[in-house]
């Protein structure tokens, strides 16, 4: 069964710093892009970065200079380091993953709840 499980979430005081986690099953890490997604109540969930199989980023305009994805593949783990937080970086944070080959299964964590406030 494949898994993503998220950690490192919390209480932050705005200009803070948090990192996330996510350890993937071996079975589908290097074979897929990840990534990270938000959502703050009553709103949709949005991308926050990409980081492909082959390491190339992507990230929202909201959060470039700020965060900053990346990916260890020996530990099938991809991290989000997040500074210089904000209140409005409130959300709940989810792992993704995609395969890049057929059938381009994509899966996600249950997410991890960040909260910037003073």
């Known amino acids: 069964q494949v898994q993503l499980v998220e950690s490192g979430g919390g209480l932050v005081q705005p200009g803070g710093s948090l990192r996330l986690s996510c350890v993937a099953s071996q079975s589908i890490f290097s074979i897929s892009n990840m990534g990270w997604y938000r959502q703050a109540p009553g709103k949709q969930r949005d991308l926050v970065a990409t980081?492909?199989?082959?390491?190339?980023?992507n990230y929202a305009d909201s959060v470039k200079g700020r965060f900053t994805i990346s990916r260890d593949n020996a530990k099938n783990t991809v991290y989000l380091q997040m500074n210089s937080l904000k209140p409005e970086d409130t959300a709940v944070y989810y792992c993704n993953s995609r395969e890049i080959y057929y059938p381009w299964n994509e899966y996600w964590g249950q997410g991890t709840q960040v909260t910037v406030s003073s």
């Open positions: 980081i492909s199989s082959t390491g190339s980023t």
